[in-house]
T-cell receptor, first 110, second 115 residues
């Protein structure tokens, strides 16, 4: 079983739409969770950490459900510039090791 | 603060040739990672260093891949001999103390094409 699983998409949404991505993880001991954004032919960049109580950064909301072992990312009022691949990242629980999902591709359409 | 530096940006080699990639982490970052990202997939950890010691190399194909970080700063990843399936982007990342809880920073990667 993979450490982290994501729906690869693609998600094609119109500007202004709300879109949500989910990600499941297998290691119940994992302590740190993140969403990274990766633009085409670029390196992944940290979008936001995911906290137990849920957290919001502008139009982006991240949530963690430990009981069901999944994290989510909600993007409100989608912009064209949000088009990218969103990678779910989970740490190993035992060390400074991170596991990446395959990424979910988002295209925001004018 | 300067980011993670990697070189070269691009490399094209024939199968069975050798290739080496270089990474200079963010100054003061003790932990360094090499990831392989095949097109359409998420990054896969190849090896993790803590200073100049290996923490995890369980997914490194040791028959052809090797990596070192002799002085605990720069690192080199080598492939010898290369196979077609090694075509990928090789990403280096580094993290400092406590960054296990805040993610880490990637370099811009080396795009390897094996023909």
């Amino acid at each position: 079983r993979k450490e982290v699983e994501q729906d690869p998409g693609p998600f094609n949404v119109p500007e202004g739409a709300t879109v949500a991505f989910n990600c499941t993880y297998s290691n119940s001991a994992s302590q740190s969770f993140f969403w990274y954004r990766q633009d085409c032919r670029k390196e992944p960049k940290l979008l936001m950490s995911v906290y137990s109580s849920g957290n919001e950064d502008g139009r982006f909301t991240a949530q963690l459900n430990r009981a069901s072992q999944y994290i989510s990312l909600l993007i409100r009022d989608s912009k064209l510039s949000d088009s990218a691949t969103y990678l779910c990242v989970v740490n190993s629980g035992t060390g400074n090791q991170f596991y990446f999902g395959t990424g979910t591709s988002l295209t925001v359409i004018p | 603060e300067a980011g993670v530096a990697q070189s070269p940006r691009y490399k094209i080699i024939e199968k069975r040739q050798s290739v080496a990639f270089w990474c200079n982490p963010i100054s003061g970052h003790a932990t360094l990672y090499w990831y392989q990202q095949i097109l359409g997939q998420g990054p896969k950890l190849l090896i993790q260093f803590q200073n100049n010691g290996v923490v995890d190399d369980s997914q490194l194909p040791k028959d052809r891949f090797s990596a070192e970080r002799l002085k605990g700063v720069d690192s080199t990843l080598k492939i010898q001999p290369a196979k077609l399936e090694d075509s990928a982007v090789y990403l280096c990342a580094s993290s400092g103390p406590g960054q296990g809880t805040s993610g880490y920073t990637f370099g811009s990667g080396t795009r390897l094409t094996v023909v």
